[in-house]
């Protein structure tokens, strides 16, 4: 069963902190024990949950300054613990490159967490480099959030691509989850279409739950809170809820996403031939 998930989209601003501190809020709630690993050094789920600047976090642990029993603290949602980020994660990405074995730091680090948590959601930072890699190579599965805009497709074949390259070299047991839209607009024709479009192309791969743009999201960060605690009623909150819903029973039903990165992904150049437009 898959119990280690990393949130992964090399576009920014997807929705993928907004994703993990959501999903394991409402896992939490659940009474499920939940680590968070914030492995991006911009912090921004740190301080989601109220822990900005805090030290010693993420980068201590896989440089081997501290032990895992130091870096994980409790927010205020109980059974929701997490490990901070901080800028200086950016050094290790630096640091990491030279290393042999430099792709498996995070997932050596987080082997003790395995069997005390339910689950573990690893929040990424935009881009493919080694701290994505050292995600992936650490997780069970792969969610993928994506905006619905044009420019999203463009760069699903190149995640895509990476992900097959992770199962053969670094992961063999590396799911894909699901693909989510997040800050839907249903106003727009585009989005709409988007949306069609990659659920035609990927069918079991998208989750059904489509997460709304809606404001009360964007501001529960600022208070350190997830939406299950800042709105429950938002429409947002009752997205999240539905998503984390979606994904217990998908794990549950061993229903691994049947698209597989290995045989059917787009080809290169393929964004066009995937998303034709209206
Ligand atoms: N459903 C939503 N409705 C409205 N605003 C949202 C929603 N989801 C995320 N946001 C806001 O959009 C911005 C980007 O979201 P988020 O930080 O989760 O993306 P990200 O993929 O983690 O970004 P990065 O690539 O920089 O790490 C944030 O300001 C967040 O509060
Ligand atoms: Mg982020």
Do not use: W
């Not at 490990?83 to 997932?107: M, N, T, W, Y």
């Not at 670094?170 to 989850?177: Q, S, T, V």
């Not at 106003?187 to 035609?200: F, G, H, W, Y």
């Amino acid at each position: 069963m898959e119990r280690v998930f990393v949130f992964v989209n090399q576009k920014g601003g997807v929705g993928k902190t907004t994703s993990a501190v959501n999903l394991g809020a409402y896992l939490a709630e659940t009474g499920k024990s939940v680590l968070l690993v914030d492995f991006d050094s911009q912090a921004n789920l740190s301080s989601g949950v109220g822990l900005a600047n805090v030290k010693p976090g993420a980068y201590e642990l896989i440089s081997g300054q501290a032990a895992l029993e130091e870096v994980i603290r409790k927010t205020q949602v109980p059974n929701l613990d997490v490990i901070p980020s901080h800028i200086d994660l950016s050094g290790a990405a630096i640091e990491l490159v030279d290393q042999e074995k430099r792709d498996f730091f995070l997932k050596q680090a987080l082997e003790p967490a395995r069997n005390r948590y339910d689950y573990i959601l690893i929040d990424c930072p935009p881009s493919l480099g080694v701290l994505t890699l050292n995600g992936l190579a650490a997780a069970d599965s792969v969610l993928i959030p994506m905006q619905c805009e044009y420019f999203a497709m463009e760069g699903l074949s190149l995640l895509l691509r990476t992900i097959k390259r992770i199962q053969k070299n670094l992961n063999p047991r590396l799911k894909i989850g699901g693909i989510f839209f997040t800050m839907y607009d249903q106003r727009t024709r585009l989005a709409q279409d988007v949306v069609k479009e990659v659920s035609a192309y990927f069918k079991d791969t998208v989750f059904t739950t489509i997460i709304p743009r809606n404001v009360r999201i964007s501001e529960a960060p600022s208070y350190g809170l997830p939406i299950s605690r800042y709105d429950p009623e938002s429409s947002g909150a009752r997205a999240y809820k539905s998503l984390t819903d979606e994904m217990l029973r998908r794990i549950d039903d061993g229903d691994a996403a049947e698209y597989s990165a290995g045989e059917t992904g787009p080809q290169e150049n393929s964004a066009e031939g995937i998303f034709v437009h209206g």
